[in-house]
């Protein structure tokens, strides 16, 4: 079992900057794949990043490659994600999950957390 809390959300200008951070509880988070996803109103839920449980592979939506940076430090059971240049299309509730594989699959996440609201104004 694992829980998932994510924090860091808020409003922000846009080209500005968050990061976001997903702290998992138990002892296996080291043995998951972590991704983020995002929801925005009205609009199904949107795979963002997603790391391997090592660190060592990571995937990013077109979206948002070259802008995001998915990372993760297993001693502190913590995964993150930095995001720059925001543009208001990326308003949405973002949420973390955890997975057995780096994938961009909803469906493939065991886990997810409750979510924190991204809000980038124009």
């Known amino acids: 079992q694992v829980q998932l809390e994510e924090s860091g959300g808020g409003l922000v200008q846009a080209g500005g900057s968050l990061r976001l951070s997903c702290a998992a509880s138990g002892r296996t988070f080291s043995t998951y794949a972590m991704g983020w996803f995002r929801q925005a109103p009205g609009k199904e839920r949107e795979f963002v990043a997603t790391?391997?449980?090592?660190?060592?592979?990571?995937y990013y939506a077109n979206s948002v490659k070259g802008r995001f940076t998915i990372s993760r430090d297993n001693a502190k059971n913590t995964v993150y994600l930095q995001m720059n240049s925001l543009k208001p299309e990326d308003t949405a509730v973002y949420y973390c999950?955890?997975?057995?594989?780096?994938?961009?699959?909803?469906?493939?996440?065991?886990?997810w957390g409750q979510g924190t609201q991204v809000t980038v104004s124009s």
């Open positions: 790391i391997s449980w090592s660190g060592g592979t990571t």
């Open positions: 999950g955890a997975s057995a594989l780096a994938t961009s699959s909803t469906r493939r996440y065991d886990y």
